[in-house]
């Protein structure tokens, strides 16, 4: 019998855990694979997670041969093939964002401690909690025994919302959108680039052919989705970010459509301009579990700034988490 894929999944009693653990453990991300599932939490939420423990008994899924829990990460990491980190600390009233980054940096610099000591050799890391991006890098900075591109971190929700939003506007279906990209980093100066992005065989921004919707009203929607939806809801989005991290583990791990691309943030190379280093979104595809920046794509005047923008976002909380002395 195949070995059991060993998944570490973090902050397991949270919101994106109810709808992630359930896709995960019937199989959206591995198809009929025999999986582990190792879920991490703070101990104050042990208690919550073994009720989440006991729904995903009661769904007998065949794939599940065995659930650990635990509140620590060098046990519950322990020859992990597969690591979403999804548990975060949220901004709360008050909060200064280098508050956020230091709560944060706690969180992913023992996590990155604990992964670069017990996971198995093939670790693969997806970082969605936020500030997504660089709690990546502070994991990364923590882990030096791992190499630098099995870190990356979640900017699909933002990809899926750039296609849904685009689909609509042009009236066609979604599966006839292809070639998307967000660019930058996952907040609000993120960059949905229509310049690279398909209707069918057509560039997209032509075929919207409205510079001041993609600029006043695309660009603003899809990054400021997140917000539209905590005022409808009450709640953050989880099932769709759920759903994204699936999918970009996925991809990751069985590969990208054939003449397509995703977004994926992931370690610059200095591709486009962007200092190496950093975790910023790029067009990726992904063959035999490695991912490749895609290269050569033309960026007019106007993507520049934007991109320029959020790398430069980018580089000001890379300067903010090593001041702090977290990576
Ligand atoms: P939530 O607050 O419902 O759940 C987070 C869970 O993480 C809590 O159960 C908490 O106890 C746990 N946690 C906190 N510190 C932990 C630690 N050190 N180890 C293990 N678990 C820990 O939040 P929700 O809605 O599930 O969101 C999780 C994160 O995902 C947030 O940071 C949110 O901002 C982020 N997010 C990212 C998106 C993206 O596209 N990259 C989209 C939506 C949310």
């Known amino acids: 019998t195949e070995a059991p894929v060993k998944i570490a999944i973090t902050g397991a009693a949270g919101q994106i855990c109810y709808s992630l653990l359930f896709r995960i453990a019937s199989g959206s991300l591995l198809g009929d694979r025999p999986i582990e599932l190792r879920l991490l939490e703070i101990t104050p939420a042990l208690k919550?997670?073994?009720?989440?423990?006991?729904?995903?008994?009661?769904?007998?899924?065949?794939?599940?041969?065995?659930?650990?829990?635990?509140?620590?990460?060098?046990?519950?990491?322990?020859?992990?093939?597969?690591?979403m980190l999804v548990g975060a600390m949220p901004r709360k009233a008050g909060m200064e964002r280098s508050d956020l980054l230091s709560a944060n940096g706690a969180i992913f610099t023992g996590q990155g401690r604990a992964l670069n000591d017990v996971a198995a050799d093939d670790v693969k890391v997806l970082i969605t909690g936020n500030p997504a991006?660089?709690?990546?890098?502070?994991?990364?900075?923590?882990?030096?025994?791992?190499?630098?591109?099995?870190?990356?971190?979640?900017?699909?929700?933002?990809?899926?919302?750039?296609?849904?939003?685009?689909?609509?506007?042009?009236?066609?279906?979604?599966?006839?959108?292809?070639?998307?990209t967000i660019w930058g980093n996952h907040s609000a100066t993120q960059y949905p680039d229509l310049f690279n992005t398909l209707v069918g065989d057509r560039v997209a921004a032509d075929?919207?052919?409205?510079?001041?919707?993609?600029?006043?009203e695309f660009i603003p929607k899809v990054a400021k989705r997140g917000a539209a939806i905590i005022e409808a809801r009450g709640l953050s989005s989880a099932a769709s970010a759920a759903n994204a991290t699936v999918e970009h583990m996925r991809d990751w791990?069985?590969?990208?459509?054939?003449?397509?691309?995703?977004?994926?943030?992931?370690?610059?190379?200095?591709?486009?301009?962007?200092?190496?280093?950093?975790?910023?979104?790029?067009?990726?595809?992904?063959?035999?579990?490695?991912?490749?920046?895609?290269?050569?794509?033309?960026?007019?005047?106007?993507?520049?700034?934007?991109?320029?923008?959020?790398?430069?976002?980018?580089?000001?909380?890379?300067?903010?988490?090593?001041?702090?002395?977290?990576?």
């Not at 075929?207 to 006043?216: F, K, L, P, S, T």
Request: hydrophobic share 45%; net charge negative.
């Open 253 to 327: 791990v069985l590969g990208t459509p054939a003449n397509d691309w995703v977004s994926m943030s992931v370690p610059s190379d200095g591709s486009y301009g962007v200092p190496e280093g950093i975790i910023s979104s790029f067009p990726c595809t992904v063959t035999d579990g490695e991912y490749t920046i895609v290269q050569g794509l033309e960026i007019n005047e106007f993507s520049r700034a934007r991109i320029d923008a959020s790398v430069a976002e980018l580089v000001d909380e890379r300067d903010a988490v090593t001041e702090l002395g977290l990576i």
């Open 207 to 216: 075929v919207v052919n409205d510079q001041a919707w993609i600029e006043g």
């Open 48 to 83: 919550a997670l073994e009720g989440v423990v006991m729904e995903l008994d009661d769904c007998a899924f065949p794939n599940v041969v065995n659930i650990e829990i635990g509140d620590d990460p060098s046990k519950v990491f322990d020859g992990v093939n597969l690591a």
């Open 133 to 180: 991006n660089t709690n990546a890098l502070i994991a990364l900075k923590n882990a030096p025994d791992i190499p630098a591109n099995r870190f990356n971190a979640l900017t699909r929700l933002d990809h899926n919302r750039a296609i849904s939003q685009l689909a609509a506007k042009v009236g066609v279906p979604v599966t006839d959108i292809s070639h998307m």
